[in-house]
């Protein structure tokens, strides 16, 4: 089962624009993860968050973890039309649920960025 | 190394039919990963290896559904008796494991049951 849930499921925006995607979970984890897939393709690692951080910096990426409300957002500022892509986070659970490093992931939240 | 391969990029077969994908991990990557998606949703986890061991396997696994990593290296999935359902697309990752690492993913392998 899915345990990550992406909010929105479809965001347009105008490039430029900063585009902000959250994520909810139910258990306790080791770590979560973003991806990014564009149509068709393989998944992309963005950004590893540890249970014990709460911000992550990559580039244009920026990513907060709240262990205690169990979530979690990614946000893409100064949008380009390259980032027109589906973004999916990924839970590592802690025992009992996980342990085997076993990521499991959202539905994903596409976004598109129009130039 | 240029990433995780896998072989074909899509796979059209008859219902009843065998079908066997092939996966090619990054080398040094000692962790092994399937995860089937079908559209709109995430990937959903199959199974998993560590060097050739198949440590975890999901329900999701049939009895129809067998993967293999020998040596610890390239490992294949395979589906006997394909039914509609399975059209999806495969995919294959691998890690360094640990905790502290990301997947690297395949391209897939896109299979379609007619």
């Known amino acids: 089962s899915q345990q990550g849930e992406e909010d929105p499921q479809a965001l347009s925006i105008q490039e430029g624009e900063n585009a902000t995607m959250n994520c909810s979970y139910k258990?306790?984890?080791?770590?979560l993860q973003w991806y990014r897939q564009n149509s068709g393709r393989g998944l992309v690692h963005l950004i590893l968050i540890r249970s014990n951080e709460r911000e992550k910096h990559s580039g244009r990426l920026r990513v907060t973890l709240d262990t205690s409300k169990k979530s979690s957002s990614l946000l893409i500022t100064a949008s380009r039309a390259a980032d027109t892509a589906s973004y999916f986070c990924a839970t590592d659970p802690r025992p009992p649920q996980g342990g085997s490093e076993k990521l499991v992931f959202g539905k994903g939240t596409k976004l598109t960025v129009n130039p | 190394d240029t990433g995780v391969s896998q072989d074909p990029r899509h796979k059209i077969t008859k219902r009843g039919q065998n079908v066997t994908f092939r996966c090619d991990p990054i080398?040094?990557?000692?962790?092994l990963y399937w995860y089937r998606q079908t559209l709109g949703q995430g990937p959903e986890f199959l199974t998993y290896?560590?060097?050739?061991?198949?440590?975890?396997k999901s329900r999701l696994l049939s009895d129809r559904f067998s993967a293999e990593r020998p040596k610890g290296s390239f490992s294949t999935l395979e589906i006997q008796r394909t039914e509609q359902g399975d059209s999806a697309m495969y995919l294959c990752a691998s890690s360094l494991g640990g905790g502290s690492y990301g997947y690297t993913f395949g391209s897939g392998t896109r299979l379609t049951v007619v």
């Open positions: 080398s040094e990557h000692n962790r």
């Open positions: 258990t306790s984890i080791n770590n």
């Open positions: 290896f560590q060097n050739e061991a198949q440590l975890e």
